[in-house]
């Protein structure tokens, strides 16, 4: 059984001494999931229905939106792909007047589609503090946002939601007096007081410091003084801190820079993961932006997400990302390179090869994905009335052998399906095993939506995942 730490019920002969000697020969790399931002601002893109199907079909787990359009919740129900959804700029003030507004927002954008839809967090505003009003000098009122994302979370609380949907904010770079070296690297003065509440409050919450990091516009504007290779996300040669940390990369010293200013508000000791909520490269609009160096960063970026490392300063901290973009949006403002982030164009073929297959998605999505083309026609999935609990494909290896433990053990689940031997066993996946396990405990406790949360790592699903001779339960 794959990665199981317990013992067989049919057997009093303890696994334990073989695991050891497997774990000499075999050592287990986990491979993560990857986010990506998907904007709307377009006249040509496919419908939500038809992206929800496409990301199926690959490693994207989870996505952040700008809004909370209610056709892509809808879209992404029962998909076991996580949400980020967004207070748009505009909103941010009603939200901050008063909690009442704030209860309006979430009963009737967010409610209606959960859990069916996992959202995972509301983002409050994009960029918000560094966002001039009507192209002047002024800005955003600071403390509206700080004060919508009190008001947010409060009204999670009094649903029962605060653990799995928390609540934070995208900055820009900008937020920052300066940026190199990253050691020595602080808030705006200006920003530092409402900096202090926000960055407190993601503490508190456990909620993320997002962060918008592009070495494409630093690269852009300084190109004599930035080494291309270094934005690309691949200069060896590396950049040396002052404080002896050294840079392959500029995303990573963007980061640092980040978690240094956050260290600078005093607080080093506190727990709190920096989440790259935006990054790209444009493959059009610039001497730099072509799609040669947009292929390379992103095709970097996604294997700097999927693996389990860190940055210079905290090496073991691994960063979440969120690629920008999915699609190329052609209304959207600005310089051409604005409309040309897109991974894919609006007709849902490629803009350039980059690799997003997954060994182990749904392959039963009316709209399938190509590695060649994209966007594909294939096979309709059929939904039932019955409903299973199944394992997210990217959920997190650790969590997913507890559940397996818990499940097989003091949950009173019959895992003999999934022993060697078993109609289960194939494929010897952690994930599928779990998956199974997950199913047999969610039908044993009468398919509540709180018993397939397992920790946020399962969701529910439409699609029976039984196969072959395998066959999953259902009430």
């Not at 690799?355 to 999505?365: A, I, M, P, Q």
């Not at 003999?416 to 405990?441: D, I, T, W």
């Not at 397939?452 to 395998?470: E, L, N, Q």
């Amino acid at each position: 059984m794959a990665s199981c730490s317990y013992h067989h019920p049919l057997s009093r002969e303890p696994v334990t001494l073989l695991l050891v000697a497997l774990l000499l020969v075999v050592v287990p790399v986990s491979v993560w999931g990857v986010g990506i931002n998907y904007g709307t601002l377009g006249n040509n893109l496919p419908s939500p229905n038809k992206v929800a199907q496409l990301l199926q079909s690959t490693l994207i787990d989870k996505v952040k939106i700008y809004d909370s359009n209610p056709q892509i919740l809808q879209a992404f129900s029962n998909t076991a792909i996580d949400l980020i959804v967004s207070v748009e700029n505009s909103r941010v003030a009603n939200i901050s007047s008063d909690i009442s507004a704030a209860n309006s927002w979430l009963s009737t954008r967010i409610l209606p589609f959960v859990p069916a839809t996992s959202v995972v967090a509301i983002a409050v505003g994009n960029e918000y503090l560094t966002t001039t009003v009507d192209n002047n000098d002024d800005h955003l009122d600071a403390n509206a946002l700080f004060k919508a994302m009190q008001n947010l979370h409060s009204v999670l609380a009094s649903h029962g939601l605060d653990r799995k949907i928390k609540v934070t904010t995208p900055h820009s770079m900008a937020v920052l007096a300066s940026s190199f070296p990253p050691s020595s690297a602080t808030f705006a003065m200006n920003l530092v007081p409402v900096m202090t509440d926000i960055v407190t409050f993601l503490a508190d919450t456990g909620a993320p410091f997002m962060i918008n990091a592009y070495p494409y516009f630093a690269y852009r504007d300084n190109p004599t003084s930035v080494n291309l290779d270094y934005a690309l996300l691949g200069n060896a040669s590396g950049v040396h801190d002052p404080k002896g940390y050294v840079y392959s990369n500029m995303l990573d010293a963007q980061i640092d820079a980040v978690r240094s200013a956050i260290d600078a508000l005093g607080f080093g000791n506190r727990s709190l993961e920096i989440t790259v909520s935006e990054s790209g490269w444009p493959s059009k609009g610039s001497n730099a932006a072509t799609p040669e160096n947009a292929k390379i960063y992103n095709t970097r970026l996604i294997e700097r997400a999927q693996s389990n490392k860190g940055t210079p300063v905290k090496p073991k901290d691994r960063i979440e990302i969120f690629v920008f973009a999915l699609f190329n949006e052609n209304k959207k403002e600005g310089d051409e390179s604005e409309r040309n982030f897109g991974i894919f164009n609006g007709d849902g073929s490629k803009v350039y090869e980059v690799d997003l297959s997954c060994e182990f998605c749904s392959g039963t999505t009316s709209f399938g994905f190509s590695e060649k083309n994209g966007l594909s026609g294939g096979g309709g999935g059929v939904r039932g009335p019955s409903v299973w609990c199944v394992a997210k494909p990217h959920a997190d290896d650790k969590v997913l052998q507890s559940v397996l433990d818990f499940c097989c053990g003091p949950g009173g689940v019959d895992c003999r399906e999934v022993y060697e031997g078993g109609n289960c066993f194939q494929p010897n996946k952690l994930l599928a095993h779990a998956s199974f396990a997950m199913n047999s405990y969610y039908q044993m406790h009468g398919r509540n939506y709180w018993n397939c949360d397992f920790k946020g790592s399962a969701i529910v699903t439409f699609s029976d995942p039984s196969y072959g001779s395998c066959r999953y339960p259902q009430q």
